[in-house]
């Protein structure tokens, strides 16, 4: 069993920057992690991910360049840093464990194992 809780959600202002947090718990820090997000009426989408070591990062077109993610295995943590932040990137974002997979990074959202419950971030104009 892994136990997923993100944290840094919040509102904030178009133009500006936001880092959720994902902490892992429950077994070795030792496997890709992804974050999507949700927003009203869509479906979940993937963001990007990061490899178990971290040497690898992909990113989904939607938010490329505007986002960083890295991981700490020491701390069990994985981040999501977003700048230049739009009104479109509002949504709920989650964390998700490829706690099976092979350490690469996995795309499809059924690819991963456990997920956080969610944080919200909103954006205003």
């Known amino acids: 069993q892994v136990q997923l809780v993100e944290s840094g959600g919040r509102l904030v202002q178009a133009g500006d920057s936001l880092r959720l947090s994902c902490a892992a718990s429950?077994?070795?820090?030792?496997?890709?992690m992804g974050w999507f997000r949700q927003a009203p009426g869509k479906e979940r989408e993937f963001v990007g991910g990061?490899?178990?070591?971290?040497?690898?990062?992909y990113y989904a077109d939607s938010m490329k360049g505007r986002i960083t993610i890295s991981r700490d295995n020491a701390k069990n943590a994985v981040y999501l840093q977003m700048k230049r932040l739009k009104p479109e990137d509002t949504a709920v974002y989650y964390c998700?464990?490829?706690?099976?997979?092979?350490?690469?990074?996995?795309?499809?959202?059924?690819?991963?194992?456990?997920w956080g419950q969610g944080n919200q971030v909103t954006v205003s104009s």
């Open positions: 429950g077994r070795t820090f030792s496997y890709a």
């Open positions: 998700a464990a490829d706690v099976n997979g092979i350490g690469t990074v996995p795309l499809a959202l059924n690819e991963y194992d456990y």
């Open positions: 990061i490899s178990r070591s971290g040497g690898t990062t």
